[in-house]
C-alpha cells in the first residue's frame, strides 16, 4: 500500500508562511505530477496546485497564485508547497496526490483522477 506522508502544517497568524512536504517512503515520485489539493469543513476537496515530473510546469488555482510555490527534488524524491501571505481562507487540511497515470499536470487538478493519497496535514491561519 502506497502512502504518501505530508507535514508541515501548524498554526500560523495571518500573513505568516509555512512549507508543507510530500514524501513517499518505498515509492518513487519523480516519474508523476504530483498535486496538491485542500478540504476545508463543510467543503469540497480543491485542487490548488500541481508539479509536473521533471518541476518545469506547475497550476495554481486562481485563489493562491503569487502565494503559494510548489517545487520538487527528485533526488530527494520529495515534493513541497510553499505557503506564504496565508489567509483565513487557507484554513484546511492539505493533501498530496498523484495520478499514476500521467507525468504532466492537468488543466485543473481533480479529486478522482489521483489514486494515491497521503493522510493530510492540517494547516491553520488564526490570530
Known amino acids: 500500500q502506497v502512502q504518501f506522508v505530508e507535514s508541515g502544517g501548524g498554526l500560523v497568524q495571518p500573513g505568516g508562511s509555512l512549507r508543507l512536504s510530500c514524501s513517499v517512503p518505498g515509492f518513487t515520485l519523480r516519474y508523476y505530477a504530483i498535486s496538491w489539493f485542500r478540504q476545508a469543513p463543510g467543503k469540497e476537496r480543491e485542487g490548488v496546485s500541481c508539479i509536473n515530473s521533471r518541476g518545469s510546469d506547475t497550476y495554481y488555482a486562481d485563489s493562491v497564485k503569487g502565494r503559494f510555490t510548489v517545487s520538487r527534488d527528485n533526488a530527494k524524491n520529495i515534493v513541497y508547497l510553499q505557503m506564504d501571505n496565508l489567509k483565513p481562507e487557507d484554513t484546511a487540511v492539505y493533501y498530496c496526490?498523484?495520478?499514476?497515470?500521467?507525468?504532466?499536470?492537468?488543466?485543473?487538478?481533480?479529486?478522482?483522477?489521483?489514486?494515491?493519497w497521503g493522510q493530510g496535514t492540517q494547516v491553520t491561519v488564526s490570530s
Open positions: 496526490a498523484a495520478n499514476t497515470l500521467r507525468s504532466q499536470c492537468p488543466s485543473v487538478p481533480v479529486v478522482h483522477e489521483h489514486d494515491y
